[in-house]
T-cell receptor, first 112, second 113 residues
C-alpha cells in the first residue's frame, strides 16, 4: 500500500443523484487535498485537510459539495444533486511535512 | 492571488533532442515552492522536479532540470535526451504558505520517434 488510492476509478451517474468519492492517503500523511480537473477549468483546488480538520474549503464550488476525513486517514468527497457541470476527474493528494504532494489515480465522474 | 501561466498548450520534440517548457508565476509571498508534474494518459500525476524559492541553485533530476529566475518569476523545465515515455501533459505548479497547489494550464508534450 505505497501510494494514494481512490475509488471508484470511474463513476457514471444521473443528474440529480448523490455521489461519494473516496480517497485513501499514504499512511502517516497528515495533509490531504482534493482537486478537480475539467476541460474548461483545468486543475482546481477544492479542499484541504490537516488531520481531520479542514482549514481551507475555499475551492468547493457550491454547497452541494462537502468532504470529511476520519481518523486522520480516509477522506470522502460527497456531491449532492449532481449536475452535468460536475463531470470531471477528481484527484486526491496527500503529503507529509515537505510540501511534496503525492497524487492518486483520480476518479472520473460523468453526470448524464 | 497567486497565478501560474503556461503559454505553450502543445510542444513537440524529436526523440533524443532537448525541449524546454515555459512557466511564469505571480506571487507576493517570499517563501514558496515550485513543481513540475507529469500526467500521462493514465491520469496519474507524477512529480518530476521541485524547486524551493530560497535556493538559488537550479534543481536537477537526471534528464530534467529547471531554469529558475526568481526576479522574473519564471520557472522553465528542460528535458534532455527526450524519450518516447516523456510524452505526457506537463503541469507547472506553485505552493506557498497555504499548502494548496496552484496549477498552470498544462503543456502537452509530443515526442516523435
Amino acid at each position: 500500500g505505497a501510494g494514494v488510492s481512490q475509488s471508484p476509478s470511474n463513476k457514471v451517474t444521473e443528474k440529480g443523484k448523490d455521489v461519494e468519492l473516496r480517497c485513501d492517503p499514504i499512511s502517516g500523511h497528515t495533509a490531504l487535498y482534493w482537486y478537480r480537473q475539467s476541460l474548461g477549468q483545468g486543475l482546481e483546488f477544492l479542499i484541504y485537510f490537516q488531520g481531520n480538520s479542514a482549514p481551507d474549503k475555499s475551492g468547493l464550488p457550491s454547497d452541494r459539495f462537502s468532504a470529511e476525513r476520519t481518523g486522520g486517514s480516509v477522506s470522502t468527497l460527497t456531491i449532492q444533486r449532481t449536475q452535468q457541470e460536475d463531470s470531471a476527474v477528481y484527484l486526491c493528494a496527500s503529503s507529509s511535512q515537505n510540501n511534496e504532494q503525492f497524487f492518486g489515480p483520480g476518479t472520473r465522474l460523468t453526470v448524464l | 492571488a497567486q497565478t501560474v501561466t503556461q503559454s505553450q498548450p502543445e510542444m513537440s520534440v524529436q526523440e533524443a533532442e532537448t525541449v524546454t517548457l515555459s512557466c511564469t508565476y505571480d506571487t507576493s509571498e517570499s517563501d514558496y515552492y515550485l513543481f513540475w508534474y507529469k500526467q500521462p494518459p493514465s491520469r496519474q500525476m507524477i512529480l518530476v522536479i521541485r524547486q524551493e524559492a530560497y535556493k538559488q541553485q537550479n534543481a536537477t533530476e537526471n534528464r530534467f532540470s529547471v531554469n529558475f529566475q526568481k526576479a522574473a518569476k519564471s520557472f522553465s523545465l528542460k528535458i534532455s535526451d527526450s524519450q518516447l515515455g516523456d510524452a505526457a501533459m506537463y503541469f507547472c505548479a506553485y505552493t506557498g504558505n497555504t499548502g494548496k497547489l496552484i496549477f498552470g494550464q498544462g503543456t502537452t508534450l509530443q515526442v516523435k520517434p
